[in-house]
Structure formats: structure tokens, C-alpha cells
């Protein structure tokens, strides 16, 4: 075989080689991107009801009498913190 021939068909070897590696590649960005997917919707939720928690006891709130506004205001502050925990550093 002469060098040529013999360059291209370790090139091509090489390249098919290659093209099985990014098909592994490409099925674990797949995978990671599945898992980033689910994993973004359960912090969603999480972050969406500590939202309604924290909505309802605002809700309590305004409608809170004055003699049990600071201990409504408390269960609120309280939730609100934890709303704000949820969404993390961006919220």
C-alpha cells in the first residue's frame, strides 16, 4: 500500500473512530440536558409553592385584625424568607 493510500485509510479510521466518540458525547449531553430539564421543574415547583404559601399568608394578612396582625405578620415573614430561599441568589 503505498503512503498515500495507507494516510487516508488511517485518517478515515481515525475519523470513524472519532464520529463514535461524539455520538457518545452527544447521547450524554442529551441525557444531561433531560436531567437538567427535570431537575429545573422540581425546583420550579418547589419555589411555586412556596410562592402560594407565602401569597395566602399575605392574604391572612391584610385581613388580619389588630390584635393578631404580629403573629400573622410573623407566619408571613416567615414564608416570605422562604420563598426568597427558594428562588435562590437570582430571586
Known amino acids: 500500500m503505498s503512503t498515500r493510500k495507507s494516510y487516508e485509510a488511517k485518517a478515515d479510521a481515525e475519523f470513524k473512530e472519532v464520529q463514535s466518540e461524539l455520538s457518545a458525547l ?46 400573622v405578620k410573623t407566619t408571613f415573614e416567615a414564608a416570605w424568607s422562604e420563598l426568597r430561599l427558594a428562588l435562590g441568589p437570582q430571586g
Not at 27 to 35: I, L
Open 26 to 71: 452527544a447521547a450524554r449531553a442529551h441525557k444531561a440536558v433531560a436531567e437538567g430539564r427535570k431537575e429545573s421543574e422540581r425546583i420550579l415547583q418547589a419555589a411555586q409553592s412556596k410562592h402560594d404559601e407565602a401569597l395566602h399568608r399575605f392574604e391572612l394578612l391584610k385581613r388580619a385584625g389588630e390584635d393578631g396582625w404580629e403573629s
